[in-house]
C-alpha cells in the first residue's frame, strides 16, 4: 500500500490536523480519494455523480472542515451538481440552490465530493433496473448495503470520502451505518433545517454519517454553528442508560444482534455506568405511525408527478409512492397523536435517565430488511429506528459488533431532545473502549465475480 | 379487518382518480391492506382521551 492510498482512513479531524500543519494539502486528499472512487466504485456503485477536483485554496481558515471533501446523499440539493434522488423523474436535474445543510458545509469550507447512491427518492426497494443499481455492503459485497442512505454508509465505509451527508425518515441513516460499520446520527427533530431534500418534512432529518463520533460532532457543529465537538471533552456526563427492555425483547432480533447488544450493554457498566431496565408503552405504535406518515407525506410530495410521469418511477418506488393516497386524514391525524402520546412517555422516562439504549436493525443484511416478515412500508425492520423519528429524539447508530458472516452490527443511544452534546459524549465514551471503529473492510475488487439478484 | 379485494382497491383508486393498471393493483393490494389495518387500530387505541373509555394495553 503506498503511502497515498493510506490517505483514504484519515478522519475528518486527522485529514484537517494535517491541512494546517502543512503535511497534507485539500487537492492531494481530494486527488486520492477520486482515485480511490474510480478504482473501487465501479464495485461498489455508491458515487451517483462524483464532482470535478474543486479550487481548494486555503485563504482564511474557516474550520475543521475547511477543505475536507464529503459526500451527500443525492435526494438532498446541491447547488450547480446534478441530483436525481436516483430517479429518472430528475435524471438531468442541476438544482439553482444548496439545500440548507449543503449550505451550512460549504459555508464550513468542506467540499462535495460526491453525490451518493440511495434507494429511489428515499423510499421503495432498490433493484438492478433503478437509474443506479443498489450499492453493494463494502464488508459482504453478495449483500446489498441497507438503505435509504446506503451510498452514504458504504462511501464512508469504504475510505471514498471521510464523511457524508444523509436524510433520516425512519432510520435511514442510522440503519445502513449500522450495517457498513460507520457512525449515523439522526439530530433532534428540527435542530438542523432539513428542508431541500426529497423528505417526509414532519419525522425526516439532515444527519451525519462518519466512521468516528469526533466527526460526527464536527459536521454537527458545521451544521448548527454550536459547539458539539469541544463538549466531547468536557469531565462531567450521562450515567444512567434505560434499556426498554420489553420493547427489544418482542421484535425478536437476530441472535447475533442480541449478543452484540448485550456486550455492549456490559461495556457501558464497565465504564461505570449504571445500565437499567425502562418501560415505554407504545414505541412499537410509533413505529407504525412514523411509517403511515411517511406515506401519506410521500404521496403528498410526488402526488403531481405520479400523475403526468408514473413510468419514470421504478416499479417498487412509484408503488410505495402512491400507497399514503389510500389512507385518510383521520389515519393521519392519530398517527401524528401517536407521536404526541409516546412523545410524552419518552421524555418522562429520559427524566430518570440520561439516554436509552436498544439495537439499530433487527436484522443483519438488507434483504432481511426487506423480507416479507420485516414489511418495510409499515417499519418493521425499523423497530427500534423509527420510533425515535416521530417523536423527535435524537438517536445514534455506533458501531457495534461484528457478525460471524463478518457484517457490522450497530448499537443505538437516544437522548433528550436536543441533547445532542451528552449523546455524543456518551457514544464517543463507548467508541473509545471498543475496537469496532478502528475496523475497515478490505477493498472490494470483485469485477464480475460477484453477481446481485434483481 | 376484511380483506381488500383488488376490485375494492381499484374503486378506491378510482374515486381518487388514480388510474392504476392490474400490476399495480396487485402489487399494492397487500401494502395497503397492512396500511389501512395500521391506521385503523390507530385511531381506536390513539382516540382523543374524552372518547376513551377502557385504558388500551399493549
Same mark, same amino acid.
Given at each position: 500500500?503506498?503511502?497515498?492510498?493510506?490517505?483514504?482512513?484519515?478522519?475528518?479531524?486527522?485529514?484537517? /490536523?494535517?491541512?494546517?500543519?502543512?503535511?497534507? &494539502?485539500?487537492?492531494?486528499?481530494?486527488?486520492?480519494?477520486?482515485?480511490?472512487?474510480?478504482?473501487?466504485?465501479? !464495485?461498489?456503485?455508491?458515487?451517483?455523480?462524483?464532482?470535478?477536483? %474543486?479550487?481548494?485554496?486555503?485563504?482564511?481558515?474557516?474550520?475543521?472542515?475547511?477543505?475536507?471533501?464529503?459526500?451527500?446523499?443525492?435526494?438532498?440539493?446541491?447547488?450547480?451538481?446534478?441530483?436525481?434522488?436516483?430517479?429518472?423523474?430528475?435524471?438531468?436535474?442541476?438544482?439553482?440552490?444548496?439545500?440548507?445543510?449543503? %449550505?451550512?458545509?460549504?459555508?464550513?469550507?468542506?467540499?462535495?465530493?460526491?453525490?451518493?447512491?440511495?434507494?429511489?427518492?428515499?423510499?421503495?426497494?432498490?433493484?438492478?433496473?433503478?437509474?443506479?443499481?443498489?450499492?453493494?455492503?463494502?464488508?459482504?459485497? =453478495?449483500?446489498?448495503?441497507?438503505?435509504?442512505?446506503?451510498?452514504?454508509?458504504?462511501?464512508?465505509?469504504?475510505?471514498?470520502?471521510?464523511?457524508?451527508?444523509?436524510?433520516?425518515?425512519?432510520?435511514?441513516?442510522?440503519?445502513?451505518?449500522?450495517?457498513?460499520?460507520?457512525?449515523?446520527?439522526?439530530?433532534?427533530?428540527?435542530?438542523?433545517?432539513?428542508?431541500?431534500?426529497?423528505?417526509?418534512?414532519?419525522?425526516?432529518?439532515?444527519?451525519?454519517?462518519?466512521?468516528?463520533?469526533?466527526?460526527?460532532?464536527?459536521?454537527?457543529?458545521?451544521?448548527?454553528?454550536?459547539?458539539?465537538?469541544?463538549?466531547?471533552?468536557?469531565?462531567?456526563?450521562? &450515567? /444512567?442508560?434505560?434499556?426498554?427492555?420489553?420493547?427489544?425483547?418482542?421484535?425478536?432480533?437476530?441472535?447475533?444482534?442480541?449478543?452484540?447488544? =448485550?456486550?455492549?450493554?456490559?461495556?457501558?457498566?464497565?465504564?461505570?455506568?449504571?445500565?437499567?431496565?425502562?418501560?415505554?408503552?407504545?414505541?412499537?405504535?410509533?413505529?407504525?405511525?412514523? $411509517?403511515?406518515?411517511?406515506?401519506?407525506?410521500?404521496? @403528498?410530495?410526488?402526488?403531481?408527478?405520479?400523475?403526468?410521469?408514473?413510468?419514470?418511477?421504478?416499479?417498487? @418506488?412509484?408503488?410505495?409512492?402512491?400507497?399514503?393516497? $389510500?389512507? @385518510?386524514?383521520?389515519?393521519?391525524?392519530?398517527?401524528?397523536?401517536?407521536?404526541?402520546?409516546? /412523545?410524552?412517555?419518552?421524555?418522562?422516562?429520559?427524566?430518570?435517565?440520561?439516554?436509552?439504549?436498544?439495537?439499530?436493525?433487527?436484522?443483519?443484511?438488507?434483504?432481511?430488511?426487506?423480507?416479507?416478515?420485516?414489511?418495510?412500508?409499515?417499519?418493521?425492520?425499523?423497530?427500534?429506528?423509527?420510533?425515535?423519528?416521530?417523536?423527535?429524539?435524537?438517536?445514534?447508530?455506533?458501531?457495534?459488533?461484528?457478525? &460471524?458472516?463478518?457484517?457490522?452490527?450497530?448499537?443505538?443511544?437516544?437522548?433528550?431532545?436536543?441533547?445532542?452534546?451528552?449523546?455524543?459524549?456518551?457514544?464517543? !465514551?463507548?467508541?473509545?473502549?471498543?475496537?469496532?471503529?478502528?475496523?475497515?473492510?478490505?477493498?472490494?475488487?470483485?469485477? @464480475?465475480?460477484?453477481?446481485?439478484?434483481? | 379487518?376484511?380483506?381488500?379485494?383488488?376490485?375494492?382497491?381499484?374503486?378506491?383508486?378510482?374515486?381518487?382518480?388514480?388510474?392504476?393498471?392490474?400490476? =399495480?393493483?396487485?402489487?399494492?393490494?397487500?401494502?395497503?391492506?397492512?396500511?389501512? =389495518?395500521?391506521?385503523?387500530?390507530?385511531? /381506536?387505541?390513539?382516540?382523543?382521551?374524552?372518547?376513551?373509555?377502557?385504558?388500551?394495553?399493549?
Amino acid at each position: 500500500m503506498s503511502p497515498r492510498e493510506e490517505l483514504h482512513l484519515l478522519t475528518v479531524a486527522e485529514a484537517g /490536523r494535517r491541512f494546517r500543519d502543512g503535511s497534507l &494539502t485539500s487537492s492531494d486528499y481530494v486527488s486520492a480519494l477520486m482515485e480511490r472512487i474510480r478504482r473501487l466504485d465501479p !464495485q461498489l456503485r455508491s458515487v451517483i455523480t462524483l464532482t470535478g477536483p %474543486a479550487d481548494v485554496e486555503i485563504v482564511s481558515w474557516r474550520g475543521p472542515l475547511h477543505g475536507i471533501p464529503i459526500g451527500i446523499k443525492d435526494s438532498i440539493a446541491t447547488a450547480g451538481i446534478r441530483t436525481t434522488a436516483n430517479s429518472h423523474v430528475l435524471a438531468g436535474w442541476v438544482p439553482a440552490e444548496d439545500a440548507p445543510a449543503v %449550505a451550512a458545509v460549504r459555508a464550513a469550507g468542506a467540499i462535495v465530493l460526491a453525490k451518493l447512491n440511495l434507494n429511489e427518492f428515499a423510499w421503495g426497494i432498490p433493484s438492478e433496473d433503478d437509474l443506479f443499481p443498489p450499492p453493494r455492503n463494502p464488508w459482504s459485497p =453478495e449483500h446489498r448495503a441497507m438503505g435509504s442512505s446506503s451510498g452514504s454508509a458504504v462511501a464512508v465505509a469504504s475510505g471514498l470520502c471521510p464523511a457524508a451527508l444523509g436524510t433520516d425518515a425512519g432510520g435511514s441513516v442510522r440503519q445502513p451505518a449500522a450495517n457498513c460499520g460507520v457512525v449515523g446520527l439522526k439530530p433532534t427533530h428540527g435542530l438542523i433545517d432539513s428542508s431541500g431534500t426529497f423528505a417526509a418534512p414532519t419525522i425526516c432529518e439532515v444527519g451525519p454519517i462518519t466512521r468516528t463520533i469526533e466527526d460526527a460532532a464536527l459536521l454537527l457543529d458545521a451544521l448548527t454553528g454550536a459547539p458539539y465537538a469541544e463538549s466531547l471533552l468536557r469531565p462531567t456526563r450521562p &450515567t /444512567r442508560i434505560g434499556v426498554p427492555r420489553r420493547h427489544i425483547e418482542a421484535a425478536e432480533s437476530d441472535r447475533q444482534i442480541g449478543t452484540a447488544f =448485550e456486550d455492549a450493554l456490559q461495556v457501558l457498566r464497565q465504564l461505570g455506568m449504571d445500565v437499567v431496565e425502562v418501560d415505554i408503552d407504545g414505541l412499537a405504535d410509533a413505529a407504525e405511525a412514523d $411509517f403511515l406518515i411517511l406515506n401519506v407525506e410521500a404521496f @403528498s410530495l410526488h402526488e403531481h408527478t405520479l400523475r403526468t410521469r408514473r413510468a419514470d418511477y421504478g416499479q417498487s @418506488s412509484r408503488l410505495y409512492h402512491m400507497q399514503g393516497a $389510500f389512507l @385518510s386524514a383521520a389515519d393521519y391525524v392519530a398517527a401524528l397523536r401517536v407521536g404526541d402520546v409516546v /412523545r410524552k412517555r419518552v421524555d418522562d422516562v429520559l427524566s430518570m435517565v440520561d439516554v436509552l439504549a436498544t439495537p439499530v436493525v433487527p436484522v443483519l443484511t438488507a434483504e432481511a430488511a426487506r423480507s416479507a416478515k420485516a414489511q418495510p412500508h409499515t417499519g418493521g425492520a425499523a423497530i427500534f429506528t423509527a420510533p425515535f423519528n416521530l417523536t423527535g429524539h435524537p438517536a445514534i447508530s455506533i458501531p457495534g459488533g461484528m457478525s &460471524t458472516e463478518g457484517i457490522p452490527i450497530g448499537f443505538q443511544l437516544i437522548g433528550r431532545a436536543r441533547g445532542e452534546a451528552d449523546l455524543l459524549w456518551l457514544a464517543h !465514551q463507548y467508541e473509545q473502549a471498543t475496537p469496532w471503529h478502528t475496523m475497515h473492510p478490505a477493498d472490494v475488487e470483485i469485477a @464480475s465475480s460477484h453477481s446481485m439478484g434483481g | 379487518m376484511k380483506q381488500l379485494s383488488v376490485a375494492r382497491l381499484r374503486q378506491m383508486a378510482s374515486s381518487l382518480d388514480l388510474d392504476l393498471n392490474a400490476e =399495480e393493483l396487485a402489487g399494492m393490494r397487500p401494502m395497503v391492506q397492512d396500511l389501512l =389495518e395500521v391506521g385503523r387500530r390507530l385511531r /381506536r387505541d390513539y382516540a382523543p382521551r374524552i372518547y376513551r373509555r377502557t385504558r388500551r394495553s399493549e
